[in-house]
Structure formats: structure tokens, C-alpha cells
């Protein structure tokens, strides 16, 4: 049992690039095709569930799978905080898979082998970034997800679609070039790139240099969308709901703010960061992007690019977290990231919903959506009062965490931003949904074909919210525990 | 000074020619506009590069490197560039050969052998 | 056994005899061209790997023509720099053949191709033998047999306007000869000697002198022009553009490389590093000109606006690469720089297989007529993809290797501008090769102009497939191939 569990990392990321190269070549029949997404989905799902009782139970599964260059072999690491986007990214990919099924059939988009072949790859990078032992490995996968990730948002092939694509690709790629530098700095300094609890850079080089590693750090993770480099998030809306579900909440905002996080937690460590001075730099840098998304999310009438603003502020809550250097904040950081990805996939779906159904993307002509789609409304409007940060949706408990990070942490500023922009939340959210549920349409008879969207739309976005729900009800299990450990991890450079 | 000058040249006057024979070469290979001058421009570089391995080789009252009574203890000059720059004659004439048949293919095609004309041709096509 | 001995001149004498043989029994017969051809290169190929893996195991091999010992004979030398280079020019050579025989039947007129088969064989060979000569007048004659070969070769092309681009890289290749007999003659002037080991054991005592200081820039410029060094690259762009496809492929990836090769040999065998650095510092200049012509390369070929010439610019960009390598000389930048090597061949050889396919099936290669090529090419187009990405520099491809490889040499150095140079480059090398990904996946596929346009035959897929694939296996195992570049390189420094 103990040799399966060794290579179980491994096997995690082979199941989603075998279920590629299927996907590729039964392409023309259509539900095979359906069929391999969805077993492989189980099946990567199940691997990841195996070593969850290992990680639980703080032990680490490392594997090195090839010599690489110097500075890094291809080496795999199962600990609990990867763990943690392994797990949110592999059940998201699951229900993901359903709703894209049901939304691409519904909508009879083309290229649909293209579009699942590129996201079974990119779960693949995904996990990858999660299990990556070093930062080579990371950046490998990174630029992986990257690549995969953009004949999915210029999907429907538009000249806007295509603008939108060359400057997603421009920002990542820009930004994958920093991260890569970032890496050879750290390698020159310290003679390693494996991530080691509590940070391993403490003294290698001067302040200064340390200070600009950073900051080629948080240039290099453009993907965690703070601003003023946020700016490809919002242009890769153009995509199908199902990719800009995915580029929200399954991977790719997440493998920014994961690497942010690794980064604050594995190579630099809290206390180097404090004696730097960067929690500072990084709790200005959020602060402002969480409040100035938030503005911006309110000028929005499109949907889904009002979510993407809201995606952007949510994103820097984590960054905000980290920015305390405190037990409370970082707790409250990594568990935002499984919690707004549930919450916030529950709002892209039901926006795709919105699309599918009733072919509406625009806020002011969903009036009275609620009397012809009631359970995806109420869906929505669950989600979305959980972002705001009200119970009994998990979105409090990230929330009381990082407010009790900002009091240990010393910043009772920050206490500030973030009630600000709790109500900056729910001055975006709440017409919405009182738009849906209260005001009545233009034209009564606009909404007469509209319906609730298809079974296999219809029960990802139930499930999702409900397991925003239950999050609330029993955090512990397992995203709370796994996240104790790996606090306990970084803070007491415990080696197991 | 120019006496120095001059001294430094009669000195090593087969190198000079050969410095200056080169650079009247590549002197018509750049600046000729017809085709054929090119190559012949080309020539002069080529036979100035022959020339000046068959100077370096020479030796002052040595014979030529055949078998004398004396045996090997006859002044003779350096064999080893001779037979080089044979091989490189050889090579010029082949590149000669090839760059003349491409110019009868340019002339066949294009009408002409003058640089600027054909570029314009060309750029008609 | 004894055949073994024997294998470094067989691999000269046997493909000369070859090419009459191809002559005489393509006048009974044209069909008997190519496979003799074919065999030949496949025995190269053989021979060539035989004689890496003996190098590897035993040390260099020297083998004296004739039974002449040096100096007064010409000695054929395999170490482990030139036993790596002999074997990655006959992998290319060798998928050049299999690929080159549909191509050619299509792009040359029937009466040619007998003798398009003998030059072809003598180009091959040309290079074989400037890769594995001890000797550097030897090393001149080599050259010029496969530059007159290749000369022809290009002019064999259909187009009319093929015949101009021959002869101006005729007249710049027959001044790059000139200038690298002259410093060839210098050289022996100065030292009496033409083997290369005497000429490395001899040259130290005088370096001062002026002869050698010219001897060394005569060969500097020679090889400059004839490797396509930024600004010496003038014939370069039209004679891989208008020459027929399977002599772009070769002359793209084996010739320019061994080009290099030789380059490479001189600076770092003849004369050393020492010299290099110390009596006659070059590597200051190289090092800037390589990064002028990495960004002049690459924005050259974004301006493009035909698939071939693009990837033509997009070889001088690349040569920058390996030469930027030559600058940093130390011991990490220049096993990224013999990496790159390898990995250009693979990738670049890879790419004009599929211009030439793209020109075999469509008769063009504007980038404007490809719209949604791949559509009905999408092995060709995927391969292109592979292989872009290996251009750019995507992990895990060998693309990313090298150029990791090259960036860490530098940063080592201490040079850290350059190496932003080096990464601006890659993301140059992304936008040009995006230009063609995009018109061929996501160009407008709702004209379907060219629907009868399907894949290429197997005998051209079959080697542009492996080169792709290579591209990502090369990558993967990149420690396999540094066992050998390891050793290339400690030779090349002046180690044991």
C-alpha cells in the first residue's frame, strides 16, 4: 500500500494528460468523449482522496520523478497546503466537467474536443502547481497552465476573442518570464529551489535583493490578478462560462495565489518577510486592489466582467491574509482560497445559466429571472451573499480569520478595508439579486421560453453551493485541518 | 616617418600586393553592378589569396622541393602551401563555374546581368 | 573490429563514393537516386551514433589518414564535442532524407533530381567532414565542397527568383572562404602547422603577435558570415526562403550548425579561451552582438509576413542564442549553448517541415493564405505547435533547457542585463510564432477556400512528427543528453 501511496502524486497528474491524449482521439464521439473527461475526473478525485489520510496525518509524500537542471530535478511533493488546491481543484473539475458538458451541447459550440483536451491538460498543470516540490517544477507547470489555458479563453474565436487572447497571453507569458527569473535569483542565492516550511532565503543577500526578488515574485504569480496587473482577467471573459469558471476557480486565479502564498510561507518564510518590511508592501498592494476592484465591479453591467472584478478584490483577501504575518491571517488566507473557489464557480455557473437559458449576459435585462429560474437564482444570490461575507455561507470564516489576523498583526487598518469592502460587496451583489428576484421585466413576454437550465448545469451549481454551505457548517473537514497543518508547518519549521 | 613607411614596405612588398590586390577584388565584387564583374572581382580576391600563400612559402635561394643530389639537406622552399593552394584553386574555379551558370540562369530568366535592374526585376515579379 | 577502426574516414569515403554511385546509376535509372541516398545517410547516421558511443566510452578517437601521422597527414578527430555534433547533424540529415524524397519529387523538375540527390549527398557529407577533421586546411575544403553543394542546391528550386538568392550567397560565402583561408595561412605562418592539437600545443607562445591577432579575426568574420551572425546575415533570409524545402531543412539545421561547430572548434581549440579572454578579448563584442542579433532576429521576423522568411529571421534570432553562449563562456551558458545547438536543429529542422508540407499541399507559404490551416493539417499544425513552443521556450521542452541553461550561465557571470536580453528574446520568439498559431487555429475557418488541402504524405509526416516529439523528449530527459554535453564542454574550456 505504502509503494501505490509513493507514486500516487505522480499518477494524479498522469490521469488527466492519458484522459487528453483519449479525449483526442475518440474526439468524434461525442459522449465517449464526455465519458472519459468524467472518469477521469473520478478517477483523479479518488487518487487525491487516497493520500488525504496520509497528508492528514502530517506526513509528506515526496517523489522525484526526473533530474532536471541545476537548480531543481522534476520532483513532486504532497504536503498539506497543496493538498488544499488539489483537493478544491479536483472536485471543481468534476462539476466542472458536468456544467461544461451541459453548456457546450446546450449551446452546440465548436471545437469542443479542442476545448476538453485543453482542460484536462490544464487540471493536470493545476495539480501540478499543487504538488510541485520546488520552484522549477512550479514554474513548469505554470507555464504549462498558461499555454493550455489560452485556445480555451479564445474559444469562440472572435477578433474580439483573439484581442482578448494575445493579451491574456502577453500578461502570462510576461509574467511567467518573471517568475522565471525570480527562480535563477533565488537558485544563485541559496543553491536550491525546494520549498522548505518557514522559508529557507534568510540571509543569503542583502535587503535590497531579497526586496526585488520579491517583488519579481509577485510579477511573476500575474495570475493571482492584483492590481495594476489585473488587467488580462477581465478581457479573458470573452471565453465560454465553463473557462472563465475554470480560469476563477478551479486553476488559474488559484495557482497565482497559491504560488503567492507558497512563496510567502516556503521560500521566504513570515519572519524573513517581517524583517523585510514586505508585509507592509503587500498588505498596500492588496488593500488597494481590493477596494479599487470592488469600485470598478460596480460600474459593470456585463455579468460576467462584473464577477471578474469581484474575482480580482476576492483574490487579494488571500494576499491580504499573508500581508499580516500572523497564524490568524495566514489561516485565513489559505482558507479563502477553497472557499471563494466554491463560491465563486457557484456564481460563474449560474451566470452560464443565465446565458444558456435565458441568452441574457447583461444585469439590467435579468429582471425577474427569478420567477422562471428560481433555483438558479437562489443559488446566485446564496453564493453571492457568502462573498459578501454574511452566514451561513463558509465566506465568514475566512473573513473572522483575516480580521483576527489584522488585530494580531498589529494593522487594525486593515480591520478597515476589510469592512469597507464587505460593504462594497454587497453595494455590487445585492441589486442583482434584487433585480432578479424583485423587479419585474420590461416585456412580461420576453421570459416566456426561459427555463432552468439543463439536469447536468443545473446539479453542479446546486452542489457547489451547498458545499459552500456545509463548509460553514463543518470546516474542519478536511480544508480547516489540512490548513492547520501546514500553518504548523511554516510557523514552527517542524520537519517531519 | 614616410621613409620608415616606405622601408616597412619594400620590406614585406609581396604581402602589401597581395593586401592590395584583395581589396581590388572586393572592391568589384561590392561595388560592380554587372553580375559577371562580380565574379571576376571574386577572382582577383581568390588569386590574391593564392598569392599570398605562394609568397609566405617562398625561401630566399631555395630550389624547388625535388629530390637533389644534396638529399634533404638542399635549400628548398615550403611544398605545403603549393599543394593547399592548389586545392584552392581547384575550389575557386568550381565556385567560379557555378556562380557563371547562375548567371546565364539569371540572364535566361530575368534579361539581365546588372544588380539594380535586376533587384527591379525581381521586385516586378 | 577491424570496420569499427576504420569508421571515421568510411564515414567520408563511403557517401563520396555514393554520390557517383547515385550519378552513374541515376543515368541507367532516375528511381535508383534516392534510395541509395537513403541508405547512405541511415549508414552516416549509424556510424555517427556507433562513434558517440565509443567517444563516451574510450575517450577520442584519432585516426590517421592513409597511416600519416601528423603533421604531414590529415588526422581525423572525434572527441566528445564533435562526436555529439556528428551525431545530432545525421539525426537531422537522416530525417531530412526520409522527408525530402515526396518533397522534392513535387518541387524539382524530374530531370533534376538525380543530380539534386548527388549534391545532396555531397552536401551531407561536406559537413560530415568538417565536423570530424583534425585538420584546418582540410577543415577549408570541407567547407567548400558542401558550400558549393549548397549553392546549387538552393538555385534547384522552381522559382526563378531562387537563382538570385544563390548567388548572393554565393559571393558572401565565397568572401567568407577567402577570409578563413587567409587566416588559415596566417595561422600557419605563424606556427608551421595546420593539425588543429599542434596549433592549440604551438599558438600560445606568440600570442602577441599581429599574425595571430589576424588570423583570429579573418576566421572571426569568415565564420560570422558564413553561421549568419547578426549583422553578417544578408543571404541568409532569401536563401532559406527560396530554396526548395528539403534544402531549407538541411541547410537550416545541419549546415548552420555545423557552421557553428566550426566556429566553436577555432575560437575554443585553436586558440582557447585564454586567448579569447585575455590576449584578444572578444567576448565582450560577441556577447553584445549576440544580443543585438537575438532582438534584431526575432523583430525581423515578426514583421514577416510569409512562413518560411519568418522562420529564416527566426534563425538569426537563434544563432544570437548559441553565440550569446560564446560571449558568456563559462562552463553552465556554454552547455546551454551546445544544447541549443541540438535543440535549434531539432526544433528549426522541425518547423520548415512543416512550411515544406504547408507548401507541398498548398503551394504557399504566405501567412495570409494559411487561415485555419489547421483545420485540415492538424498534425502538421500540431507539430508546428510543439515545436513554437520549444522556440519560445516553454518547459519542459528543450527550448527551455537551453535557454534556462544560457540564463543561469549569465546570471553566474554576472551579467544580468543580457540575460533580460535573453529573456525578452524568448518573448519575442512567442509573438512570431504566435502570429502563424493563431491565423492556423483560429483564423477564419468559415471560408473554406482550401477544403480538398489534407495532410501530407506519411514519408514527410513521419519525421516531423519525431522531430516534435524530440523537441519534448529531449527535454524531459535533458540529463541524458548532458552526459554528453557535460564532457563537450569541459573539453571545450580546456579541461581534461
Known sequence: MADITGILPAITIAIPL???????????????????????????????????????????????????????????????????????????????????????????????????????????????????????????????????????????????????????????????????????????????????????????????????????????????????????????MVAPTPVSAFLHAVAVVTAGVFGIVRIAGWVFGMDLMASLGLGIFLAVIASFTIITASLFALTEDNLKRRLAYSTVSQLSYILLGVSMLSIAGMTGAMAHIPIHAFMKITLFMAAGAFIVSAGKESISDMKGLFRKMPVTVLMFSAAAIGICGLPPLAGIISKIYLALGAVEGGMPILLLVIIISAVLNAAYFFPIIYTMIFEHPDDERSLDAVTEPPLTMLVPIVLTASISVLIFFFPSMPFMDLIEIAIAEITQSVIP | MIESFIELFFARYNYWMAIILMLIGLYALIAKQNLVKKIIGLNIFQTAIFLFYISFAEVKGGTAPIYLPQGIDALYVNPLPHVLILTAIVVGVSVTAVALSLIVRIYEEYGVIDEDELMQAVRRR | MTVINHLP??????????????????????????????????????????????????????????????????????????GFILAAIMLLAAATVVYARRSVEKEIEQEKIVSFYVLFQLLVTGLVGMTITGDIFNLYVFLEISSIAAYTLISASRKPHSYVASFNYLVLGSISAGFI???????????????????????????????????????????????????????????????????????????????????????????????????????????????????????????????????????????????????????????????????????????????GMIIYRMGTS?????????????????????????????????????????????????????????????????????????????????????TSVREGPLSMLAPMVCLAVLCLIFGVFVEVLMEAVGPAVILLLGGV
Open chain 3, 366 to 450: 504566405k501567412l495570409s493564405e494559411l487561415k485555419g490551416v489547421a483545420k485540415t493539417m492538424p498534425i502538421s499544425c500540431a507539430a508546428f505547435a510543439l515545436a513554437g513552443a520549444s522556440m519560445i521556450g516553454i518547459p519542459p521542452t528543450i527550448g527551455f533547457m537551453s535557454k534556462y541553461y544560457l540564463v543561469l550561465g549569465a546570471f553566474e557571470a554576472g551579467l544580468w542585463p543580457y540575460a533580460v536580453v535573453l529573456l525578452i528574446g524568448s518573448l519575442l520568439a512567442a509573438v512570431y510564432i504566435w502570429k502563424f498559431i493563431e491565423i492556423a487555429y483560429f483564423g477564419d475557418h468559415h471560408d473554406n477556400h482550401h
Open chain 3, 181 to 355: 583561408l587567409l587566416g588559415i595561412g596566417n595561422l600557419y605562418v605563424a606556427t608551421g602547422t595546420l593539425n588543429m592539437a599542434e596549433l592549440a600545443a604551438i599558438l600560445p607562445a606568440s600570442y602577441g603577435l599581429a599574425t595571430v591577432h589576424s588570423a583570429f579575426l579573418f576566421l572571426m568574420i569568415g565564420f560570422s558570415i558564413k553561421i549568419a551572425f547578426f549583422p553578417l546575415h544578408l543571404w541568409l533570409p532569401d536563401a532559406y526562403t527560396e530554396s526548395p524545402s528539403a534544402v531549407t531543412i538541411l541547410i537550416s539545421t545541419v549546415m548552420a550548425k555545423v557552421s557553428v561547430y566550426a566556429l566553436f572548434r577555432i575560437l575554443f581549440s585553436v586558440f582557447t579561451t585564454a586567448y579569447i579572454i585575455d590576449s584578444f578579448p572578444v567576448t565582450g563584442f560577441i556577447l553584445l552582438m549576440a544580443t543585438v542579433a537575438i532582438v534584431a532576429g526575432a523583430v525581423l521576423a515578426i514583421a514577416q509576413d510569409d512562413l518560411k522568411r519568418m522562420l529564416a529571421y527566426s534563425s538569426i534570432s537563434q544563432i544570437g542564442y548559441i553565440m550569446f553562449a560564446l560571449g558568456v563562456a563559462n562552463q553552465i551558458a556554454l552547455e546551454g549553448g551546445l544544447l541549443h545547438i541540438l535543440g535549434h536543429a531539432v526544433m528549426k529542422g522541425c518547423l520548415f517541415m512543416v512550411a
Open chain 1, 18 to 236: 492519458v484522459a487528453a491524449v483519449l479525449i483526442l482521439i475518440v474526439g468524434r464521439y461525442e459522449n465517449i468523449r464526455e465519458g472519459v473527461t468524467i472518469a477521469a475526473a473520478i478517477a483523479m478525485l479518488c487518487s487525491i482522496l487516497a493520500m488525504l489520510p496520509e497528508v492528514l496525518s502530517g506526513a509528506r509524500i515526496s517523489i522525484s520523478l526526473l533530474p532536471m537542471v541545476p537548480g531543481g530535478d522534476f520532483a513532486l511533493r504532497v504536503d498539506a497546503f497543496g493538498m488544499v488546491f488539489a483537493l478544491v481543484a479536483s472536485i471543481l473539475w468534476l462539476l466542472n466537467s458536468f456544467y461544461a458538458i451541459g453548456y457546450m451541447r446546450a449551446l452546440k459550440e465548436h471545437a469542443q474536443t479542442r476545448f476538453f483536451f485543453c482542460l484536462a491538460v490544464a487540471i493536470a498543470a493545476a495539480i501540478g502547481i499543487a504538488f510541485s516540490a520546488n520552484l522549477l517544477t512550479l514554474f513548469v507547470f505554470y507555464e504549462i497552465l498558461t499555454i493550455i489555458t489560452y485556445p480555451l479563453v479564445v474559444h469562440v474565436e472572435t477578433p474580439e476573442a483573439m484581442k482578448a487572447g494575445r493579451k491574456y497571453l502577453a500578461y502570462l507569458l510576461v509574467g511567467g518570464i518573471f517568475l522565471l527569473a525570480a527562480t535563477i535569483l533565488t537558485y544563485l542565492l541559496t543553491g536550491m529551489t525546494d520549498f522548505v516550511p518557514g522559508g529557507f532565503l534568510a540571509g543569503s543577500g542583502s535587503d535590497l535583493i531579497l526586496r526585488i526578488l520579491f517583488l519579481l515574485f509577485m510579477v511573476g504569480f500575474v495570475k493571482a490578478a492584483w492590481m495594476p496587473i489585473h488587467g488580462w482577467l477581465p478581457a479573458a
Open chain 3, 9 to 82: 574516414v568510411l564515414l567520408i569515403a563511403i557517401p563520396i563514393l555514393a554520390s557517383l554511385l547515385i550519378f552513374a546509376a541515376g543515368w541507367y535509372d532516375r528511381r535508383f537516386a534516392y534510395p541509395i541516398t537513403l541508405i547512405t545517410v541511415l549508414f552516416q547516421f549509424t556510424a555517427s551514433v556507433i562513434l558517440l558511443l565509443q567517444v563516451m566510452q574510450e575517450g577520442t578517437i584519432r585516426y590517421h589518414l592513409g597511416g600519416w601521422a601528423p603533421p604531414l597527414g590529415i588526422e581525423l578527430v572525434i572527441d566528445s564535442f564533435n
